[in-house]
């Protein structure tokens, strides 16, 4: 019976060896009509690698960054060039933002590399800020855009739905938690009494209320909640009292004027991640990417471990449609068929 069953199984075997195999290849686009030019600046390096090129980062950035659909980036020379020749230093959001406006473009990407190690398994960590040109473009959350209230919610993945929510929980704890006053750090030696710390004069907003001086415990006590006021005296509406809105997002009609600028010193973008050459997620869509790739060399996705360029290139790539895929980002799936090699 033994001797029967032989060839069938090896006839099921090879059989199951010649049969495609199928891959697919998830693809990302500009969710942002209103950002589509883009600036990529040098990066920073903030690790303890001293030989790693933050131009280096920041044109792999740009290179991958510039594959997305609906993206038009500017060259991380000609940002250089600008900065030098303004001689404008990156040290503050005012920095960055003056940076866009005299190349204009809707945004300047702002980066720095927080760890690095180029032995294997390597590692890489991405601190990347957008800072829009337009002082009134607020901060897109994790979140925006995605389903939320469809049929279609229930395949947003676990990990960007926590993250979503956990975005979400931040923004409304900052109206539930307990004020308090800093503690200052101590003068340096030589400084008077009255001097203002650094950080305390740069602030541009300050909250006013009904009654009582800012930033008082009376004033706070008394102050309206559906009202908060910027550094020009102008009265912003806050959150509806049944914000989130059950029914999920209604856009409002058009309006015939231009919408009032409230100014914002935050990053409209912002991801951190670190991304480690061990990591199974990470190797599993690395494969995938090496897959889609016309690569002559033989080493496949695992030479990408060994190569510094190429492993920085591909954690901007993840860091990349990581932020815009939680923002809905996501586009269409393909999906392909392989025969092996040995067909």
Same mark, same amino acid.
């Given at each position: 019976?033994?001797?029967?069953?032989?060839?069938?199984?090896?006839?099921?075997?090879?059989?199951?060896?010649?049969?495609?195999?199928?891959?697919?290849?998830?693809?990302?686009?500009?969710?942002?009509?209103?950002?589509?030019?883009?600036?990529?600046?040098?990066?920073?390096?903030?690790?303890?690698?001293?030989?790693?090129?933050?131009?280096?980062?920041?044109?792999?950035?740009?290179?991958?960054?510039?594959?997305?659909?609906?993206?038009?980036?500017?060259?991380?020379?000609?940002?250089?060039?600008?900065?030098?020749?303004?001689?404008?230093?990156?040290?503050?959001?005012?920095?960055?933002?003056?940076?866009?406006?005299?190349?204009?473009?809707?945004?300047?990407?702002?980066?720095?590399?927080?760890?690095?190690?180029?032995?294997?398994?390597?590692?890489?960590?991405?601190?990347?800020?957008?800072?829009?040109?337009?002082?009134?473009?607020?901060?897109?959350?994790?979140?925006?855009?995605?389903?939320?209230?469809?049929?279609?919610?229930?395949?947003?993945?676990?990990?960007?739905?926590?993250?979503?929510?956990?975005?979400?929980?931040?923004?409304?704890?900052?109206?539930?938690?307990?004020?308090?006053?800093?503690?200052?750090?101590?003068?340096?030696?030589? &400084?008077?009494?009255? #001097?203002?710390?650094?950080?305390? /004069?740069?602030? !541009? %907003?300050?909250?006013?209320? *009904? +009654?009582?001086? $800012?930033?008082?415990?009376?004033?706070? &006590?008394?102050?309206? #909640?559906?009202?908060?006021?910027? /550094?020009?005296? !102008? %009265?912003?509406?806050?959150? *509806? +009292?049944?914000? $989130?809105?059950?029914?999920?997002?209604?856009?409002?009609?058009?309006?015939?004027?231009?919408?009032?600028?409230?100014?914002?010193?935050?990053?409209?973008?912002?991801?951190?991640?670190?991304?480690?050459?061990?990591?199974?997620?990470?190797?599993?869509?690395?494969?995938?990417?090496?897959?889609?790739?016309?690569?002559?060399?033989?080493?496949?996705?695992?030479?990408?471990?060994?190569?510094?360029?190429?492993?920085?290139?591909?954690?901007?790539?993840?860091?990349?449609?990581?932020?815009?895929?939680?923002?809905?980002?996501?586009?269409?799936?393909?999906?392909?068929?392989?025969?092996?090699?040995?067909?």
């Amino acid at each position: 019976m033994l001797q029967k069953l032989a060839p069938l199984v090896a006839l099921v075997l090879n059989g199951c060896m010649l049969l495609p195999s199928q891959e697919r290849q998830p693809s990302v686009h500009n969710p942002f009509p209103q950002i589509a030019r883009v600036a990529v600046a040098p990066f920073f390096n903030l690790s303890t690698d001293p030989t790693l090129d933050g131009r280096q980062v920041a044109t792999a950035y740009f290179n991958e960054l510039q594959l997305v659909q609906g993206f038009e980036v500017v060259p991380v020379g000609v940002v250089e060039a600008t900065i030098h020749e303004h001689h404008i230093a990156l040290a503050s959001p005012a920095d960055a933002r003056r940076v866009a406006q005299i190349l204009q473009v809707d945004a300047i990407v702002i980066g720095a590399v927080t760890d690095f190690s180029p032995y294997y398994p390597p590692r890489c960590g991405l601190q990347v800020e957008w800072y829009a040109a337009n002082p009134g473009f607020h901060p897109i959350p994790p979140g925006y855009g995605l389903p939320w209230g469809t049929h279609e919610e229930q395949d947003i993945p676990g990990p960007l739905v926590f993250e979503a929510e956990f975005a979400l929980a931040r923004e409304q704890l900052k109206t539930q938690t307990p004020s308090y006053e800093p503690i200052a750090a101590p003068l340096a030696q030589g &400084a008077g009494k009255d #001097a203002t710390p650094k950080w305390e /004069a740069s602030k !541009t %907003t300050v909250t006013t209320h *009904a +009654t009582g001086t $800012p930033g008082s415990a009376d004033a706070t &006590a008394k102050a309206p #909640a559906s009202t908060t006021a910027s /550094a020009n005296g !102008t %009265t912003a509406p806050s959150a *509806a +009292t049944s914000w $989130p809105d059950p029914r999920g997002f209604v856009p409002p009609p058009p309006s015939r004027q231009p919408p009032v600028c409230w100014p914002s010193e935050a990053p409209i973008l912002r991801h951190t991640r670190i991304y480690n050459g061990h990591d199974t997620d990470f190797t599993t869509a690395l494969e995938s990417y090496y897959n889609f790739r016309d690569d002559a060399r033989f080493d496949g996705w695992q030479g990408y471990l060994q190569r510094s360029d190429d492993f920085i290139r591909f954690c901007c790539h993840m860091h990349i449609w990581e932020m815009l895929t939680a923002r809905g980002g996501a586009g269409e799936t393909r999906v392909v068929w392989r025969w092996p090699t040995i067909r």
